[in-house]
């Protein structure tokens, strides 16, 4: 455990403000003493592999359940367990875990994030350790630092709009491919306590995740916000709500809450992702809905979502690699990516992924339209500057340009240093 215990003398000095202060202590084993029986723990411990992950949808804690209990059960040289830690908390606790060594062996993270843990030091280099040569060459890039490979894709996905076949029909409108139709489109479905359009717009990357195509829609790049196009976007963002046509409380719903929203009959149209699939479809198993690429600006855009598997340098490695082979394997990723409604980051098992499959055959072809956020060590920066700007324009507190020219000075600040 050395190299981690290094990893966590480095790692709290650069988190010495603010996040240490979140710290609760211990674990209450302060009092046990160096020797024999510590080494047995430890001995024992490397038989251990744990995973922390921040899904909330319990779809998706079943499916990892799963996939982890027949892995155990098919073999006795590793027992895995997993560690469900909030999404709003993950990145505190992943960080302040690497300075109280107190790390999981293997961490399941949103990808932009992957770049700026991996300058951090905490994940091993699995270059030459685990093969990536048949995945998708932006879900590797989001694991790959200098060249060097620090974790394996998960799985893949991006937005796409929803929208409540019914109530279009009812409106005689059809799906919406330009903002001018959103914008026209929304205003026909919002009547009585429906509102024509939702998607999550809470100031952290879930938000940013949501906002950045329409940002991409202009034509601006992710660090353009007082652009032309940067200030178009937070312009629709501002229409929307002010024409009434999407609700305000968007900033404060997750993906989930959106989703609820959209099968409860709130809301007739929602920006979202796949994963949400295999939960309405259980849940509202009436509902009438289809997927449409997302309105564009200028160009069709959408945001490359999708999680990554990083293993902890100094944790059980071993053990952690031997579950990712198995994990990774097709029989395992077809089961992973139906429940979860992802698509494979391995090209050779999604090519027959989705034979039939309306909704999902529309997702795949928005990837293609789909751009990732970052790679850059400093993202989370860049998304707190941007998720910032949008929800100071929808709650009225900044005008587009005025929002717009604040982030870009936080952004400017990061990306030109």
């Given at each position: 455990m050395k190299l981690r215990k290094v990893v966590s003398v480095l790692t709290a000095a650069m988190l010495s403000v603010g996040l240490l202060a979140g710290c609760s202590g211990g674990s209450g084993g302060g009092t046990e003493s160096e020797g024999s029986d510590s080494g047995k723990q430890e001995a024992e411990a490397g038989k251990e592999v744990t995973i922390w992950y921040y899904w909330e949808t319990e779809g998706h804690q079943k499916a990892l359940d799963k996939v982890i209990s027949d892995y155990n059960a098919s073999q006795d040289e590793v027992e895995v367990s997993a560690k469900y830690v909030p999404f709003a908390d993950f990145k505190k606790q992943l960080s302040v875990g690497a300075s109280a060594d107190e790390l999981p062996d293997i961490a399941i993270l949103d990808s932009p994030d992957h770049a700026s843990y991996a300058t951090m030091g905490i994940f091993?280099?699995?270059?030459?350790?685990?093969?990536?040569?048949?995945?998708?060459?932006?879900?590797?890039?989001?694991?790959?630092?200098?060249?060097?490979?620090?974790?394996?894709?998960?799985?893949?996905?991006?937005?796409?709009?929803?929208y409540n076949q019914e109530m279009l029909d009812t409106a005689q409108c059809k799906a919406p491919e330009t903002w001018d139709d959103l914008k026209d489109t929304a205003k026909k479905?919002?009547?009585?306590?429906?509102?024509?359009?939702?998607?999550?717009?809470?100031?952290?990357?879930?938000?940013?995740?949501?906002?950045?195509?329409?940002?991409?829609?202009?034509?601006?790049?992710?660090?353009?916000?007082?652009?032309?196009?940067?200030?178009?976007?937070?312009?629709?963002?501002?229409?929307?709500?002010?024409?009434?046509?999407?609700?305000?409380?968007?900033?404060?719903?997750?993906?989930?809450?959106?989703?609820?929203?959209?099968?409860?009959?709130?809301?007739?149209?929602?920006?979202?992702?796949?994963?949400?699939?295999?939960?309405?479809?259980?849940?509202?198993?009436?509902?009438?809905?289809?997927?449409?690429?997302?309105?564009?600006?200028?160009?069709?855009?959408?945001?490359?979502?999708?999680?990554?598997?990083?293993?902890?340098?100094?944790?059980?490695?071993?053990?952690?690699?031997?579950?990712?082979?198995?994990?990774?394997?097709?029989?395992?990723?077809e089961y992973l990516m139906d429940s979860f409604g992802y698509i494979s980051a391995d090209k050779t098992i999604?090519?027959?992924?989705?034979?039939?499959?309306?909704?999902?055959?529309?997702?795949?072809?928005?990837?293609?339209?789909?751009?990732?956020?970052?790679?850059?060590?400093?993202?989370?920066?860049?998304?707190?500057?941007i998720s910032l700007a949008f929800n100071q324009v929808m709650t009225g507190e900044q005008e587009p340009q005025a929002a717009a020219d604040a982030a870009q000075a936080t952004i400017d600040g990061i990306v030109k240093k």
């Open positions: 091993a280099d699995l270059s030459g350790k685990f093969d990536v040569s048949d995945y998708y060459e932006g879900a590797v890039d989001s694991c790959t630092i200098d060249g060097t490979l620090y974790g394996v894709p998960f799985g893949v996905n991006c937005l796409g709009l929803y479905l919002t009547k009585d306590n429906v509102t024509g359009l939702a998607f999550c717009s809470l100031q952290n990357e879930e938000g940013t995740f949501n906002f950045m195509p329409w940002v991409w829609s202009t034509g601006a790049g992710s660090y353009e916000m007082n652009s032309e196009g940067g200030v178009k976007a937070l312009t629709l963002a501002k229409d929307l709500i002010d024409s009434g046509v999407m609700s305000k409380e968007c900033i404060n719903w997750t993906q989930g809450d959106v989703m609820n929203q959209f099968i409860s009959g709130n809301v007739a149209m929602m920006i979202n992702g796949p994963w949400q699939i295999p939960t309405m479809k259980q849940e509202a198993p009436d509902l009438k809905w289809n997927v449409a690429l997302i309105p564009k600006d200028s160009e069709n855009a959408s945001a490359l979502g999708g999680e990554n598997y990083a293993v902890i340098a100094g944790g059980n490695e071993e053990g952690a690699l031997k579950f990712l082979e198995y994990a990774t394997a097709k029989e395992q990723v999604a090519k027959g992924q989705f034979e039939g499959d309306e909704a999902m055959s529309t997702f795949t072809e928005q990837l293609n339209y789909a751009k990732a956020r970052g790679p850059l060590a400093e993202w989370p920066e860049v998304s707190d500057a």
